[in-house]
């Protein structure tokens, strides 16, 4: 399944646990009906640069967990604005901002560019289907014009941009295509790669790939002043409500074993 150039196409999420409005009520359960993801498997660690897992259960920062010696520290602007996951996941219950400044993400840039590749993972649960903009759970950014990547919620779908020197300043593309998503009761896990070599890029939902395309260019104009933000864009106008569950950045195109094996690990 082709996505448009430049893009990852978007999956359409269900309406199920959701109220007439389209806005959850509640936070994520689990579904007894959907298998889980196989227990005691490792995650990749090729090629991975940061790794957010919300365990700290309290306060105002989200530490990057990739290595001991991993700098990309992330700030919560309002901590009242979110609500902590026991055992890990944060939960962005109204508009708020998870960000790290333009030194500590210059990292992420200065590890990628080189490699022209990169791997976007997240696992989240978004608590409404009407949410637009698209509505920011990650970006590397400036503002919702310049961006070196993002993945975000437009209505029923999710959408993520990466800029190379073949793109607009924001990577932005045309949505075309759709991957169904069936239950909007339990995490989503969504994975986002484009190497260097073809520069082929995919889109995996839960462990299975839903589309794939040809992103021309390289990421040699990626703007090392951009921040790295979750639940919203640094200039807090594309704000995002649900729980994130978790997210890396890998410096590499993971191959399809390897979403699998994060997808069967979890987080």
């Known amino acids: 399944m082709k996505f448009a150039r430049y893009s990852i196409l978007a999956f359409l999420l269900g309406l199920v646990a959701c109220n007439v409005s389209g806005v959850r009520t509640d936070p994520a359960d689990s579904n007894p009906n959907q298998p889980d993801p196989l227990d005691g498997v490792n995650r990749v660690t090729r090629g991975l640069q940061s790794l957010f897992l919300f365990q700290e259960g309290r306060g105002a920062l989200v ?37 790290a400044t333009e030194l500590a993400a210059a990292p992420i840039g200065t590890s990628c560019m080189p490699n022209n590749a990169i791997t976007l993972e ?12 698209p509505a920011r759970i990650v970006t590397y950014s400036k503002d919702n014009n310049e961006a070196n990547f993002m993945i975000g919620q437009q209505g029923q779908k999710i959408e993520a941009r990466l800029r190379t020197s073949s793109t607009e300043p924001e990577g932005k593309a045309t949505l075309t295509e759709e991957a169904t998503f069936e239950d909007i009761l339990n995490p989503v896990h969504v994975v986002y790669t484009r190497n260097g070599l073809d520069d082929k890029a995919y889109l995996y939902v839960n462990g299975q790939q839903a589309g794939e395309d040809e992103v021309p260019g390289d990421l040699s104009n990626w703007d090392m002043g951009y921040q790295l933000a979750f639940g919203n864009e640094p200039s807090e106008n594309r704000p995002w409500r649900g729980t994130i569950h978790l997210v890396a950045i890998y410096c590499q195109a993971l191959v399809p074993t390897e979403v699998f094996q994060n997808y069967s690990a979890r987080y």
Not at 69 to 85: C, E, F, G, R, Y
């Open 63 to 99: 530490n990057d967990t990739a290595t001991p010696t991993s700098t990309t520290l992330l700030q919560i602007k309002n901590p009242d604005a979110v609500s902590w996951v026991p055992g890990g996941g944060i939960n962005i219950t109204s508009p708020t901002l998870l960000f």
């Open 122 to 133: 997240a696992w989240v649960t978004p608590w409404s289907v009407v949410q637009e903009g």
